[in-house]
């Protein structure tokens, strides 16, 4: 018997590779086609002939701990304590499963807000605790009344996502609020918070849980270095909880994966030094704006992109097909790979929406909304 009936190749692969197929441009997938930075280049090629290669202490490397211990203050004025507190993980989905698995028992019930990444079902499946798939509203934003609804005695966990994959929605400062006061009313919940696009925001600035000690106090928190420094293939993340959380998150990490790989670790943790992470959003903010910019006069109508590295679009205008046949079409037809929002929702809802990815060179941002114009 399978644990996990449902799960197949994901659309991701397939989609990549049908644009792999049709030599489409492929702004599918979410990761970067641009060069790391040659400073972080540099620094790999140093370290990789020094003494980096063996375990670091399971928990992470002390280093890079009291780095993010320092981002996390300097940031948000969270102030953590680093031999509690923190975990390296091999990028946010094993800090995902890994925290999901720790804390859901078999039968406990975790509320999910669709359209969600892929990650967060199947890790409650295997924990044997049950997915409550249910919709934010049409403009992305929770509904409170039906986060409401579905609490029970059972639900352990609340899963949000901030800034949001796949739709780019940023959470409002009214928004926190509102989910402060519901989860003092049900102190049986708690919060585990995604974000590992903290630091792309571009109309209002991401608001982290770190800020909200109501929250932070119930929550398990987690950001990837994958994301925010350009190298995603290095599955480097992080988790935040409060130690009593911890210590749990902790027994099932030494067994899942033990120690973080060394290298990235190392290189990470000096390349933290002179990052300077203001300067991800002000680039991603160019690519927003100038993929924006060159569909303006096209058939798509484009959503607002708060933050991530995703523009959603509508493309009623041009089909009414469903929209996982309009995204084959757009790679065979028009040779263009997007991501249909549709598999982002249990329930399949096909509001006819595509998600872009603009993390890529400005030439392939150019060269497809050329494509795109054309349809
Ligand atoms: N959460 C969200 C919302 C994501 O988009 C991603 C990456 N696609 C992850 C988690 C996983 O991050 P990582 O690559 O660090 O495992």
Redesign the pocket.
Known sequence: MSKLPNTTTSIFSVMSQLAEKHNAINLSQ?FPNFPIDERLLQISERLLSTNIHQYTPMVGLPSLLEKIAYLTKENYGRELDVSSELLITT????G?YTAINAIVANGDEVIILDPS?D?YEPSVLVAGGRPVRISLNDDYSPDFNRIESAITIKTKLIII?NPH?PTGKIWKESEFEALETLLEKYPHVLLLS?E??EYISFIHPHISVHTRPKLADKAII?S?F??SLHV?GW?V?CLIAPERLMNEIKKVHQFLVFSVNSISQHIISEYLDIVDFSEIATMYAHKRGLFQEALKNSKFELLPSEGTYFQVVNYTEISNKKDIEFAKDLITKHGVAAIPISVFYKNETDKQMLRFCFAKTDETLLAAAERLIAI
Do not use: E, F, P, R
């Open positions: 979410g990028g946010a989905t094993q995902i990444y990650s996502n994959n995604d590992v696009y987690t990837s994958g994301k995603t599955k993340g």
